[in-house]
């Protein structure tokens, strides 16, 4: 374990810092006071890429997980990823089937526990998930069991974000004109991001997302600070 203390100048709130170390994926700060995960942290070849909020004390900590259908895979980082920041669990206690397809009900449960929200109990599983999703405008809640495609995932993270600027172009993709109008600046946004890059040429936006896309995205989402 690597455990670093940062004291920040009289006057600044929050800072962007490098912790140096031989990191895997599957590393995360955890603050030592509250236990609690910093999820904006980052493992880059520099070290762990960590934004705080007010001084801290952290320590590094591995947390991948030995699934047996991840080993090879191409979003196996993204998947050690995710599932040690506790954003995703595997479906299994050995398996994390990462070509299955994600839930609108798994994104809205996902980006709360992003959020520092707990997710448990109520009389779904989702349920506070979704509480916390149509209060804060990421999800209107509607069909929580049902499969959701790369343009909907990528309009609940860009609501999530706040709905920033969007100065991206996708006219590069060749199925641009395939993206729904409700959907064009949360595409144009993830694109400029490089959040979303799309497959031979095109972003497929009515594609069902995997879970393994999932966790690439939302890697992606936090290499960029959110």
Same mark, same amino acid.
């Given at each position: 374990?690597?455990?670093? +203390?940062?004291?920040?100048?009289?006057?600044?709130?929050?800072?962007?810092?490098?912790?140096?170390?031989? *990191?895997?994926?599957?590393?995360?700060?955890?603050?030592?006071?509250?236990?609690?995960?910093?999820? *904006?942290? &980052?493992?880059?070849?520099? =070290?762990?890429?960590?934004?705080? $909020?007010?001084?801290?004390? !952290?320590? *590094?900590?591995?947390?991948?997980?030995?699934?047996?259908?991840?080993?090879?895979?191409?979003? $196996?980082? +993204?998947?050690?990823?995710?599932?040690?920041?506790?954003?995703?669990?595997?479906?299994? $206690?050995?398996?994390?089937?990462?070509?299955?397809?994600?839930?609108?009900?798994? *994104?809205?449960?996902? !980006?709360?526990?992003?959020?520092?929200?707990?997710?448990?109990?109520?009389?779904?599983?989702?349920?506070?998930?979704?509480?916390?999703?149509?209060?804060?405008?990421?999800?209107? =809640?509607?069909?929580?069991?049902?499969?959701?495609?790369?343009?909907? !995932?990528?309009?609940?993270?860009?609501?999530?974000?706040?709905?920033?600027?969007?100065?991206?172009?996708?006219?590069?993709?060749?199925?641009?004109?395939?993206?729904?109008?409700?959907?064009?600046? +949360?595409?144009?946004?993830?694109?400029?991001?490089?959040? &979303?890059?799309?497959?031979?040429?095109? !972003?497929?936006?009515?594609?069902?997302?995997?879970? +393994?896309? &999932?966790?690439?995205?939302?890697?992606?989402?936090? $290499?960029?600070?959110?």
């Amino acid at each position: 374990k690597v455990t670093a +203390a940062m004291t920040l100048p009289a006057g600044v709130d929050a800072a962007t810092v490098t912790i140096p170390a031989d *990191l895997t994926p599957g590393t995360v700060a955890v603050d030592t006071k509250t236990g609690e995960i910093v999820m *904006l942290s &980052v493992p880059t070849e520099d =070290g762990m890429l960590i934004k705080v $909020e007010g001084s801290a004390k !952290l320590v *590094l900590e591995d947390r991948s997980k030995d699934f047996i259908d991840t080993p090879g895979h191409w979003g $196996e980082d +993204a998947i050690d990823f995710a599932v040690a920041h506790e954003m995703f669990n595997g479906t299994s $206690e050995t398996t994390f089937t990462p070509d299955g397809d994600m839930t609108r009900a798994m *994104l809205m449960t996902v !980006l709360a526990r992003f959020d520092g929200q707990d997710t448990t109990g109520g009389e779904t599983w989702y349920e506070k998930g979704m509480e916390w999703a149509k209060a804060n405008g990421v999800s209107d =809640g509607t069909n929580p069991n049902a499969p959701i495609t790369r343009e909907q !995932l990528v309009t609940m993270l860009y609501r999530y974000a706040g709905s920033p600027a969007a100065n991206g172009s996708l006219d590069s993709f060749s199925d641009a004109a395939s993206v729904n109008s409700y959907a064009a600046n +949360a595409m144009q946004w993830a694109v400029a991001n490089g959040i &979303v890059n799309g497959s031979n040429g095109k !972003l497929n936006p009515q594609n069902n997302a995997t879970r +393994a896309e &999932v966790a690439a995205i939302l890697m992606r989402f936090c $290499e960029m600070g959110k």
